[in-house]
């Protein structure tokens, strides 16, 4: 297999582990703190690394970037999703929100071919279906009944909008270096949370603030590794390994609230890492048959 592409398949892993500390952070923040509030910290943490690292010629750079308009078109998307699913959470169980989001693998698949000229090989297409399987039973989400209403089609909407955010960022992200896209993820975040932090700002205790920032540090590695990985490998071969956020939000539930995973959990991590194997396969088989046809 291509080591580039093989460093983008560990970087996306790698990536979707630091969210799901993020997530785990903001979980333990949101119960005090408004989400937008948490966001803006976020954002600013983020951008301050950007201009430790980028210097001085970054907003310049952020300025004249010939991805500038796809960017925010993309970071409306990005907040289109906060919103839906932050929405829907209120009012759905974390296994239906959980399985409802992660449609958006699929969602990424089924738009690579047409948006991005992708060829999906139907290994790619069978690990996508396994690994949404795997979430199915690992969260189980008929426990509770699952059916057609205002929240589950707020979570769906999300899982779209997230998924039209990816394709989105596959297509800019070969015009504009990581940093500079990420400056500009950061300073339109903060804009728009920084509008309701006016009215919702809460006061915060120094350890509070560390976690905040934390949560941004996380986020910003993630960020980075996450905009590389689509740099490097197609996106739906990236798209099954999406799915491992789910396993890592598992273990950080037992390892910080005790949550105690069940049989069902267990299955349903073994399809994930089934699926994850089967993309790495197709990976494989086409660099295989290319290789036999030079």
Known sequence: M????????ALTVFAYFLFSLQDASVKF????LPIAQILFVRSVVILALCLAVGGKNLP??????????????RNVLLLLAWLTF???????????????????????????????????????????????CGVLLASDPFADGLGLSRPVALALSAAV???????????????????VQMAISSGFFILMTGAACIFLWTPVSLGLLAL????????????FAYFESIR?????????????????????????????????VFGGAALIAVAGALALLSERKKGAAATSQA
Do not use: C
């Not at 291509?2 to 398949?9: A, D, F, P, Q, Y």
């Not at 997230?162 to 015009?175: D, F, Q």
């Not at 905040?212 to 960020?223: H, K, N, R, S």
């Open 60 to 73: 310049v750079a952020m300025a004249r970037s010939p991805v500038l308009v796809p960017m925010l078109s």
């Open 2 to 9: 291509n080591k580039t592409v093989l460093s983008g398949v």
């Open 29 to 32: 923040l949101a119960v005090g």
């Open 86 to 132: 932050y929405t829907a959470s209120r009012d759905l169980g974390l296994a239906q929100l959980t399985t409802i989001y992660y449609a958006s693998p699929v969602i990424v698949t089924l738009l690579a071919a047409p948006m991005l000229k992708e060829y999906v090989p139907p290994l790619r297409w069978l690990a996508v279906a396994v690994g949404f």
């Open 232 to 264: 490097r490998a197609p996106v739906s071969l990236l798209a099954p390994f999406e799915y491992t956020s789910l396993v890592w939000a598992f273990i950080l539930g037992y390892a910080i609230w005790g949550d105690q995973p069940q049989w069902h």
């Open 212 to 223: 905040l920032a934390g949560v941004g540090i996380f986020a910003g590695v993630a960020q």
């Open 161 to 179: 909008f997230w998924a039209l955010s990816a394709i989105l960022l596959r297509k800019t992200a070969m015009a504009e270096r990581t940093l």
